[in-house]
Structures are given as C-alpha cells and as structure tokens.
C-alpha cells in the first residue's frame, strides 16, 4: 500500500508535534483544528526521554531562543512532553471521532512498538532518525508504508536509509522520502526544493516535502512540482510557549494552505494540452474567421488583400488562408462578410 492512494490527491500531514505542551486538552483542539482544516493525518511524537536524549544532551538554538527559560538541556524540556501510553489512545479515539487520522513518530526503540501495538498504518521517520541503524533497521521490519524526513542528510545517506529500509522488508513501493530542511523557521535561501526532485531522479521513489518556513507558500509551490506528500507544523496560536510554535502555522492559516493545496492538485490537471469544456464556448468569441475587407462581386478572383482576419471565429479558419488564395466567389458580398465555403468555387 502507497501513501498516494488516489490518483492526484497530496497526502496531507498537520504536524501537532510537542504543540500540546503536555496536556491533552491542547491536543485535543489540535485535533479539531487539523480536522476542520481537512488535512489527512494530524502528527504527534512519541517518545521517552531517557530513550531519547542523555542529560547532557543542549537544546538547539532554535529551541533555547523559543522557550528561554535558561535550561540548557534537552531532557527536561522532552520530559513535559512526553505523551504515556493511555494519552495515545485517547488521542487516536478522539481522531475517529473527528473524522481524521492519527499519526506519530516515534524517536525510539520502544516507540516503535508502541505505536505498531496502537495499528498506526503508517510510520514516519524523522530526519534524526536517518542515520540510525538499529531504528531504521526496526522500522523497515514492520512492513508498513514508510515516510522518511530528510532533513541535515546529503544524498548518500539518503540512499543508505532507503536501502536499509528495503533490506530490512520494506517494499520500495512503500517508501516515500521528504525533502526538509531542519531550521526552525527555515530561511528561504536554504529550501532548496529543487532537491526534492533529485531525490526522485536519483532514488525513483515517490517524494513529498516537509516544510519549517513561515508562511504556506513553499508547501504550494512543492505540490506544483510533484510532491505527493506535506507535513507542516501547526500551533493553536504561535505566542505560547514552546519549541516548535513559532516555526507553526496558526488554524486560519493551516485551513488556507490545505484550500491552496487541493486547488493545486486540480490545476495540474493530466498533462494532456486540450481545449478544456468550460474554455470551449470561448473559441468562436476569441478566434478569427476570414472577413472581406472592401465590397467585391460575383466572379471576383480572391487575393490575400481582399481578406482581413476578424472575430467571431465561426467562420473559415486564418489558417485556411493559403487555400481560399485564388478561389472565385460565386456571389456578390459587402465589406465585412464573413467568408464560407459555399461561397467560393474553383476556377
């Protein structure tokens, strides 16, 4: 089983992350705003952080500048973070209910069992993740579709990722790789998104794109190029305290980065260059037929300065022009008619 289950229609991954600082009444409007948004998925992550981080494991600049409560260390702010075993099926309950699909990522071993013991139907690697052996190796034993974030990763240890996968039972078919960038937010000068496509070339795997820029215009512009799958962060307001809310999409804006998402899908159309129907009725209103420019008679033997191009395009063809040179007219016409076949004859 694909990701891409129907044919033009993008994947769409609302990425709550650690936005529910804790507490599950957050996580729970998360849900609602990811579901009103009409997204596919809304993510969590599942983690614990012993499993994850040792104590002196330092925060990111990203994450010391957004929540500056002058700790240092990533292991107590992971631990108010961590979502326990019951919390989860809350959560996946209260995702039914709405009408939308949980998912998680999982940063560890046990994670990984947990949310297989949970029936997500799919994983996601994050761009951590990508070069760890032992994880990669479990996950890929799982035989579930897999998504893999990209994020810090050049284009070798993507391919060893992918090939671990693989090795460890994961069809090919069944893997989807992100292009990220893993700066929160993303500058623009280093999206760099035309490597989601040599993702593609050079590994002949379907390709989505996991976004941390401000705004929702690179997600759009991904989808334009092919991505069959976003992941984006949201936030129920991007004031709150936290890691990731300011690099987050608030609810207004999540809703219109889906509407622009689906509008993409329907413009890219089949790729077959066709007048489409509702442009058809336009033809005769904006095309041209073959008009008389002077008053001529009956007999008169057509040369090109008899003739001038006019709308509506009802008529013969401009492009017929070279065939109606030299004709007779069997009729006498006035200035401005519109020629037709059955107003000409052979000499």
């Known amino acids: 089983m694909s990701i891409n289950k129907s044919k033009n229609r993008v994947l769409i991954i609302a990425e709550a992350g650690v936005n529910h600082n804790g507490d599950i009444n957050l996580a729970k409007k998360l849900i609602d705003v990811a579901a009103d948004a009409g997204v596919d998925y809304v993510k969590f992550q599942t983690f614990k952080a012993e499993k994850l981080v040792s104590k002196s494991a330092k925060k990111a600049e990203y994450q010391e500048r957004n929540i500056g409560d002058g700790d240092d260390f990533q292991f107590t702010m992971l631990k108010k973070l961590e ?51 032992q994880y990669l190796k479990k996950i890929g034993s799982t035989g579930k579709p897999i998504i893999v974030s990209t994020g810090m990763s050049d ?5 060893d990722a992918v090939a671990l996968l693989k090795e460890s039972g994961t069809n090919e078919s069944n893997i989807t790789v992100l292009h990220c960038n893993t700066e929160y937010p993303t500058p623009m000068r280093d ?27 690179v997600p759009i512009a991904a989808v334009a190029l092919g991505a069959i799958c976003i992941e984006k962060h949201f936030t129920l307001d991007r004031s709150m305290p936290g890691p990731d809310h300011k690099a987050s999409l608030e609810p207004v804006e999540l809703k219109a980065m889906v509407s622009a998402i689906r509008n993409i899908e329907m413009a890219l159309g089949d790729g077959t260059k066709q007048a489409s129907a509702s442009e058809s009725k ?12 002077r008053d001529l008679p009956s007999g008169h033997i057509l040369v090109e300065s008899d003739l001038i191009m006019k709308r509506p395009g009802n008529g013969i063809s401009p492009m017929e022009l070279p065939s109606i040179i030299g004709l007779k007219l069997k009729r006498s016409l006035h200035e401005d008619s519109m020629l037709n076949w059955d107003d000409l004859e052979k000499l």
Do not use: Q, W
Not at 91 to 98: F, G, P, R, V
Not at 193 to 215: C, K, R
């Open 83 to 133: 979502l326990d075993e019951n919390t989860h099926r809350l959560l996946i309950d209260y995702c039914n209910s709405k009408g939308v699909k949980f998912l998680s990522t999982a940063f560890d071993l046990d994670s990984i069992d947990l949310l297989s013991d949970l029936g997500v139907d799919l994983f996601k690697v994050p761009s951590g993740e990508i070069t760890n052996y």
């Open 155 to 159: 284009l070798n240890e993507i391919k």
């Open 191 to 217: 999206v760099n998104l035309l490597a989601m496509n040599t993702i593609a070339n050079e590994l002949s795997v379907p390709v989505g794109y996991s976004d941390h820029t401000l705004g929702i215009e």
């Open 282 to 293: 336009n033809k005769d209103v904006a095309r041209k037929s073959i008009h008389l420019l």
